[in-house]
């Protein structure tokens, strides 16, 4: 299977930035499509953003829309997620996950999930 370690979560102020990264390792990195997502306490998992494996095609929830930015290094076998003009409504777990759908906002679509980092934005 692929193994998923997401790291650079911590605590930001509003208005802040923080850039997740997600290091994959176990199976052909450039093959998958990768994707964003979290969960805060109390609430269901939703999509942040996902990126084609070839790193040509990205798509974005519209809460994070022109705030987030997702991007790919294969030859790193590396995710990143740029985050910036963080709310506080962004305080949440965040996941990278892996996977060969095309449903690229859907939690069913990814095969394999990292443990996730906790980011948490201070009003």
């Known amino acids: 299977q692929v193994q998923l370690v997401e790291s650079g979560g911590g605590l930001v102020q509003v208005g802040g930035s923080l850039r997740l990264s997600c290091a994959a390792s176990g199976r052909t990195f450039s093959s998958y499509s990768m994707g964003w997502f979290r969960q805060a306490p109390g609430k269901e998992r939703e999509f942040v953003a996902a990126?084609?494996?070839?790193?040509?095609?990205?798509y974005y929830a519209d809460s994070v829309k022109g705030r987030f930015t997702i991007s790919r290094d294969n030859a790193k076998n590396t995710v990143y997620l740029q985050m910036n003009s963080l709310k506080p409504e962004d305080t949440a777990v965040y996941y990278c996950a892996a996977g060969t759908g095309r449903l690229w906002s859907l939690e069913e679509e990814y095969d394999y999930w990292g443990q996730g980092t906790q980011v948490t934005v201070s009003s």
């Open positions: 990126i084609s494996w070839s790193g040509g095609s990205t």
